[in-house]
Nanobody, 124 residues
């Protein structure tokens, strides 16, 4: 089993900053890409930032220049530094990871896993 746990969400005023963390644990052989998504009320889940295993980043246009994704491979963690927050950034933020799990002593097929989400609320 692989688990992802997000933390760091909360309430912040517009213009403020938050840093989200996501810790992966369990039967992990290796992690390929790690991605942050978000979902606001009444809207579809959208990709916010992605960091591939090859350290290539991809950001939603709406967050470029304000958000930064990073990883600590030794700790199986991914972070999202969010600066200059806007009310439109209000959403539940989810961590997603593409993981090669360990299954019965062998490397399993690549699968993706989700965290439970953390709420970010930006007040105007």
């Amino acid at each position: 089993q692989v688990q992802l746990v997000e933390s760091g969400g909360g309430l912040v005023q517009a213009g403020g900053s938050l840093r989200l963390s996501c810790a992966a644990s369990g039967s992990i052989f290796s992690i390929a890409g790690m991605t942050w998504y978000r979902q606001a009320p009444g809207r579809q889940r959208e990709l916010v930032a992605k960091l591939t295993g090859g350290a290539i980043t991809n950001y939603a246009d709406s967050v470029k220049g304000r958000f930064t994704i990073s990883r600590d491979n030794a700790k199986d963690m991914v972070y999202l530094q969010m600066n200059s927050l806007k009310p439109d950034d209000t959403a539940v933020y989810y961590c997603n990871a593409d993981v090669f799990p360990v299954e019965n002593g062998h490397v399993g097929v690549l699968n993706d896993y989700w965290g439970q989400g953390t709420q970010v609320t930006v007040s105007s």
